[in-house]
């Protein structure tokens, strides 16, 4: 659902793909954007979770990609 002079490319074209000039707005009604419906519980749980889950950028972990660099074979 892209509006404006949208670029074409290899990377959106070809024979696995349908190009469609003008396309119709979704089935549901909506307006084709990632839009999602909560109620005021759901906020408040979804807020905690992000919360309780949120990255420390203060702290200095060791990662996966960190495990053994330096080290000689």
Same mark, same amino acid.
């Given at each position: 659902?892209?509006?404006?002079? #949208?670029? %074409?490319?290899?990377?959106?074209?070809?024979? #696995?793909?349908?190009?469609?000039?003008?396309?119709?707005?979704?089935?549901?009604?909506?307006?084709?954007?990632?839009?999602?419906?909560?109620?005021?519980?759901?906020?408040?749980?979804?807020?905690?979770? @992000?919360? %309780?889950?949120?990255?420390? @950028?203060?702290?200095? %972990?060791?990662?996966?990609?960190?495990?053994?660099?330096?080290?000689?074979?």
């Amino acid at each position: 659902m892209s509006s404006g002079n #949208d670029a %074409r490319g290899p990377w959106n074209e070809g024979a #696995d793909w349908v190009f469609v000039e003008d396309p119709q707005p979704a089935v549901d009604g909506g307006d084709g954007l990632a839009t999602v419906g909560v109620t005021d519980a759901d906020v408040q749980v979804l807020q905690a979770m @992000a919360s %309780r889950t949120a990255s420390d @950028a203060s702290s200095d %972990r060791t990662t996966g990609a960190d495990l053994g660099a330096g080290q000689v074979m």
